[in-house]
């Protein structure tokens, strides 16, 4: 994963604003009103007709789908923290060559984390034919504020227990006068949520 320093990001964001604006803008404007889930770094809206989630410092952040294939729930605090085990398994055994995937991207921010200033975050990429790139620290046992996951196994088998082949998963603390339960969403890619970032697509973007 390309980490650029902050001269680079005004560039990066305003080719990205050109490149997906719109498509964002019709996301959101398809997915409506719905319910919406924020902390102080990211926001998440999930309606009946879609979903999408946005960072709140990086708004071209951005991943969303409509129709077929957006879920959603609520878990407690031993749930998301069984969940993170499991990712945590799953980093492991791509780094050390034990789990195979097509290609994956994850960050996790924690408490003060940015992406923008590459502090107190967990970041792992690894593109078709690579090996993967890892950049921070992942902190075991530690809800981060933000997670987000995307995964394309292709023909490759399913990783055990994240139940995502192909897709977005991302998980979003509460805030802390909140009930304590995170929200774990799925953006998977079906016929019904496409890529749209793949030529004559129309109903996913990330």
């Known amino acids: ?20 604006g719109l498509a964002i803008a019709y996301i959101k404007k ?3 009103r719905g319910t919406e889930y924020a902390n102080e770094v990211a926001s998440a809206v999930l ?3 879609g979903g999408y989630y946005q960072l709140a410092e ?13 879920s959603h729930r609520l878990i407690a605090p ?7 085990a499991q990712m945590q398994a799953f980093i ?21 984390g940015s992406l923008r200033m590459r502090r107190e975050l967990f970041v792992l990429d690894q593109k078709p034919g ?28 399913l990783p055990p227990a994240l139940g995502l082949s192909q897709g977005v998963l991302f998980l979003l603390a509460p805030q802390h006068r909140d009930d304590g339960h ?15 970032s793949a030529p004559k697509t129309s109903a996913m973007m990330h």
């Open 58 to 70: 990086m708004p071209e952040e951005f991943a969303g789908a409509l129709g077929a294939g957006v």
């Open 92 to 112: 492991e055994g791509l780094l050390s060559g034990t789990q195979a995937v097509h290609a994956v991207s994850l960050y996790a921010l924690y408490a003060g």
């Open 78 to 84: 031993p749930d998301a923290l069984t969940l993170l």
């Open 47 to 49: 309606s009946e007709d």
């Open 182 to 196: 995170a929200l774990l969403a799925t953006l998977s890619r079906t016929p019904g949520a496409q890529d749209l």
């Open 30 to 32: 398809r997915v409506g």
């Open 130 to 157: 690579e090996l993967p790139f890892w950049h921070g620290q992942w902190q075991p046992g530690t809800l981060p504020r933000f997670l987000k996951l995307r995964l394309d196994c292709g023909p490759l088998p």
């Open 1 to 20: 994963m390309f980490m650029p320093n902050n001269s680079d990001f005004d560039t990066i964001r305003a080719a990205h604003a050109d490149r997906h």
